[in-house]
């Protein structure tokens, strides 16, 4: 999930928006000022209720990032690097580097979003009380009270076992530690959460047919959990099947890169007419990595705006590119690919770019585990045609 418009930092870690986090606001703004406030605190005037309901959804939403902010941190005392994070239609999400090193931690990283959530939820609780005490509107305790509800809600709607929910998280850390096997309890996990989509889509046909309002959403959260926990059970097995592939092993050495300063025009006769890739890293006048130029990235651009565009602006930036070490492994690398840089992640050793990882390099490592041949040296699958 890739972030439309940067907040800053929180905690050390990069925190954004996405595009569909409007959806969210405009549906809670609209919910509540027009229909759920003034039903249930009738008597106010409709400016009050705009403002009671902007202010409960901004509050929401920082409820939301207070439960990523507590993975990220969690995550990174427990040493692992936390990309950023990114508030969207559904929620939030924590882009961890790489994965727990054992099950206890997997554990504390996945339970203290709920633990968070649920201690708000007593916060507001206790706050709507105090106001009450001292005389406030129905409506100030009210939005409080709702905002108490809500956060019990989420941290109980997150504790279901089920991936890519917390619950699921926390499930998968059970299972290693019980069995000793992380992919193979990644797998488990990602099945209940298909399973439990499948639920959540069937009870909002089933609403949507009934009359009982919601089930449009019920969909939408279904099969949102059912596309991920797909993707983590293919992840899953294709860590399963690299093993303990390293980075090293697998990558494209030495991978051929352009200059940034470059115009489109120039790069798409110079580079793309003449190297069979799809991606360059881009190098800035004292030869350090700058991005990754994409063919997609450079089709969105009009070829009128060609001549007068230089390929940089135009490039996924660098802190948006999954920047990986020689010795990293595969299996903890998966996660990290995709965004604008189209699944592929640029090698770095002290600084220094030594490869480039793309899908077919990992499509070509699992065949070539399938047929009984262990990949090792990025200069093997040095192949001119392969990004």
Excluded at 370 to 378: D, H, L, R
């Amino acid at each position: 999930m890739t972030e439309t418009v940067r907040l800053g930092t929180i905690a050390g870690v990069r925190v954004g928006l996405h595009w569909s986090v409007l959806g969210i606001v405009v549906l809670l703004v609209f919910g509540l000022a027009g229909g759920v406030l003034p039903t249930q605190f009738p008597d106010h005037a409709p400016v009050a209720y705009i403002a009671a309901a902007i202010v409960a959804t901004a509050l929401f939403v920082l409820s939301l990032l207070a439960h990523e902010v507590g993975h990220a941190v969690v995550a990174q005392r427990n040493g692992i690097t936390v990309d950023g994070i990114t508030l969207w239609l559904l929620g939030g999400v924590a882009r961890l580097r790489g994965d727990a090193r054992d099950a206890a931690t997997d554990f504390r990283i996945a339970a203290v979003g709920p633990a968070i959530s649920f201690i708000l939820g007593l916060g507001f609780a206790g706050a709507t009380w105090l106001v009450t005490g001292i005389g406030a509107t129905n409506l100030v305790a009210g939005v409080l009270s709702y905002l108490a509800v809500i956060n019990v809600l989420l941290a109980v709607f997150n504790l279901i076992p089920a991936a890519p929910l917390d619950g699921g998280r926390i499930l998968r850390s059970l299972l290693w530690a019980w069995r000793g096997d992380r992919q193979q309890a990644q797998i488990w996990s990602a099945r209940a959460g298909r399973v439990f989509g499948l639920l959540l889509i069937a009870l909002g046909i089933f609403s949507l047919f009934s009359d009982y309002g919601g089930g449009l959403w019920w969909v939408l959260i279904g099969l949102f959990i059912v596309t991920m926990a797909s993707a983590e059970e293919q992840h899953a097995r294709t860590g399963a099947v690299l093993g303990n592939l390293t980075a090293r092993d697998i990558m494209t050495s030495d991978p051929d890169t352009a200059d940034a300063r470059q115009s489109i025009a120039d790069f798409v006769r110079d580079v793309v007419m003449v190297r069979r890739h799809s991606a360059f890293p881009l190098l800035g006048s004292s030869g350090e990595v700058e991005g990754m130029a994409t063919l997609n990235r450079i089709r969105a651009v009009p070829p009128e705006q060609h001549a007068d565009t230089m390929v940089s602006d135009a490039a996924c930036p660098l802190d948006e590119v999954p920047i990986v070490r020689p010795d990293d492994l595969v299996s903890d690398i998966l996660g990290r690919l995709g965004g604008c840089a189209d699944g592929r992640a640029l090698v770095m050793d002290g600084g220094r770019l030594v490869g480039i990882i793309s899908p077919s390099d990992i499509s070509r490592a699992m065949s070539l585990k399938g047929i009984g041949v262990e990949p090792f040296g990025g200069a093997d699958l040095n192949y001119s045609d392969r990004r």
